[in-house]
């Protein structure tokens, strides 16, 4: 048997149940959990703000563990039993659709999330798809590695999108932000971090990891930003960095949920600044990313919970009591 933590109706704690540990079917793993991050999707998903989230599921999609058992079928023999695997937010796509034909299965409308559609990593046991596992760094510890899993990879894709910015404001300054902080200061890139004006601890910790500037997302940084992502669920500030920019300069939205967004002049948009949003990821920059996180090292500021104290977690999470990323251990 093994534990797992389900959603209950929304506003309800987790629900401890105890399970049969799962069989993989072929092209299955099956993935003894030994870190699993919590990201701010989880409190979506608890909170009931993503209709698409099956009632009852296990949150869940920054997972690192063992390979415990395997399927059949060729995408398993990459993963040897023993074998170390990570386990993202991208469970399956439907492969045959024009998104999945041309390199962004990330828009796959058929595309199944894990900890959403598919139970996740809130657990002591969790089955992946082989073919949308991710290989994770020797160096980084599972506790470390974990938010790498989504926090980074929705970073690293966030900055990608936001083009070739020489200065780089990133609102809200939690799990995404403290790494891909670290990815633009090692591409010689300038970043302004942005926070709940008296989160000092963020701030403390933004400028630790290389940001030149640090303060409150109420103040306009001493220079006009090429790229901004708003990583806070907070639709004022999408408008907000909008003012911030320089002209030609982009809001990347990083999050999946967020508040409405105020209506606001033509001219905060006029010489072509863009607004966009970023969804999901590939499996292309998933492995592109483990790469990048093998080679740099990227430093991940990590609080641990037992994983029965994963609503405390996401408490904490949901009032900013922690700088970095809280992280669950089984
Ligand atoms: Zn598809
Ligand atoms: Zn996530």
Do not use: K
């Amino acid at each position: 048997m093994m534990r797992a933590l389900a959603c209950g109706p929304p506003g309800t704690p987790l629900q401890l149940e105890r399970r049969p540990v799962p069989q993989p079917g072929d092209g299955q793993l099956l993935i003894r959990v030994a870190a699993c991050g919590v990201c701010r999707t989880d409190l979506h998903v608890v909170d009931g703000e993503l209709p698409r989230a099956r009632p009852g599921v296990v949150p869940g999609h920054e997972i690192v563990g063992e390979v415990a058992a395997t399927g059949s079928g060729p995408a398993c023999e990459r993963w040897p039993v023993g074998s170390r695997a990570g386990v993202p937010w991208l469970g399956d796509t439907c492969g045959r659709c024009r998104y999945c034909r041309d390199g962004r299965e990330n828009l796959c409308e058929q595309a199944r999330f894990t900890g959403c559609d598919l139970d996740g990593g809130y657990a002591d046991y969790v089955l992946a798809d082989a073919a949308y596992c991710l290989p994770v760094p020797d160096s980084y510890s599972a506790a470390a590695a974990a938010p790498l899993l989504c926090a980074g990879l929705i970073g690293y894709r966030s900055l990608r999108l936001a083009g070739d910015p020489a200065r780089l404001g990133l609102y809200g300054f939690g799990a995404a932000a403290h790494i891909v902080a670290q990815l633009a200061v090692a591409e010689g890139r300038e970043v302004y971090a942005f926070t709940r004006p008296d989160d000092v601890a963020a701030q403390r910790l933004a400028r630790s990891l290389g940001a030149c500037w640090a303060d409150s997302s109420e103040l306009a940084p001493p220079e006009e930003l090429d790229a901004a992502i708003v990583f806070a669920p907070v639709g004022p500030l999408v408008p907000l960095a909008l003012t911030r920019l320089a002209r030609g300069g982009t809001v990347v939205c990083a999050g999946i949920h967020m508040s409405d967004i105020p209506s606001f002049p033509y001219r905060d948009l006029w010489n072509e600044r863009v607004i966009r949003s970023v969804a999901n990821l590939t499996r292309r920059d998933g492995e592109e990313f483990m790469a990048l996180a093998a080679r740099l090292p990227i430093h991940t500021e990590v609080h641990e919970f037992p994983l029965e104290q994963a609503d405390e977690a996401l408490g904490g999470l949901r009032c900013g009591a922690f700088a970095g990323a809280a992280v669950l251990r089984p």
